[in-house]
């Protein structure tokens, strides 16, 4: 079935610094790839998606490329804030069927400042 | 905006007690889900429905049932509530999309 893997955290970073989590996927076809974020107290938010190869989703300075070839979809952002503190959730669809995601077991990231 | 409610954000309940979530989404979405989200494992599907009074079972329904009597409202049930269903529930929405929109969660605890 399909899967979804993120690195663990937590994820411990300086304000400024640059940040990635690694998402690696294992799917049939070619799904649609999400992060989703959670800040402390709240739901999940989507972040950004992409729905095809070489597809680049982006928001508030986060970014992540859809690589077939290496089924990844990992998350980036420049320079990371105390506000981005939070858990990120890489996710995927099938193309076919029901809308239902698949996520991973989420990362926590924690900026100080 | 998309605005995706649940009843209690806490809930406390003994074991043995009937126990329902009330879900209720605001933006016509045909199709809604409900996920438990425990440390170290992430959010786990257990129950989704794509249209009134259908439901299809997710990964982990052992334990829940569901009721979709209208389109904006999505319960689950825990029929006899028990310590190992202590968790965070979540409940979410979607058009055909697959972008969901999650509510805020409700953390429920049996004891």
């Known amino acids: 079935g399909d899967s979804v893997t993120q690195m663990e955290g937590p994820v411990t970073l300086s304000e400024e610094a640059f940040l990635t989590i690694n998402c690696t996927y294992t799917?049939?076809?070619?799904?649609?790839l999400f992060w989703y974020v959670q800040y402390p107290g709240e739901g999940l938010q989507l972040l950004l998606k992409?729905?095809?190869?070489?597809d680049k989703g982006s928001n508030k300075g986060f970014e992540a490329t859809y690589r077939k070839e290496t089924t990844s979809f990992h998350l980036e952002k420049g320079s990371v804030q105390v506000s981005d503190s939070a858990v990120y959730f890489c996710?995927?669809?099938?193309?076919?069927?029901?809308?239902?995601?698949?996520f991973g077991k989420g990362t926590m990231l924690l900026v100080s400042p | 905006d998309v605005k995706v409610t649940q009843s209690s954000r806490y809930l406390v309940k003994r074991t043995g007690e009937k126990v329902f979530l009330e879900c209720v989404q605001d933006?016509?979405?045909?199709?809604m889900f409900w996920y438990r989200q425990d440390p170290g494992l992430g959010l786990r599907l257990i129950y989704f429905?794509?249209?009134?009074?259908?439901?299809e079972k997710g990964d982990i329904p052992e334990g829940y049932s569901v009721s979709r009597e209208k389109k904006e409202r999505f319960s689950l049930i825990l029929e006899s509530a028990s310590t190992n269903q202590t968790s965070m529930y979540l409940c979410?929405?979607?058009?055909?999309?697959?972008?969901?929109?999650f509510g805020p969660g409700t953390r429920l605890t049996v004891t």
């Open positions: 429905s794509y249209d009134v009074k259908m439901k």
């Open positions: 799917a049939t076809g070619y799904p649609s």
């Open positions: 933006m016509d979405h045909e199709n």
């Open positions: 992409a729905t095809k190869a070489d």
């Open positions: 979410a929405s979607s058009l055909e999309s697959y972008e969901q929109y």
């Open positions: 996710a995927l669809s099938p193309l076919s069927g029901y809308s239902t995601l698949t």
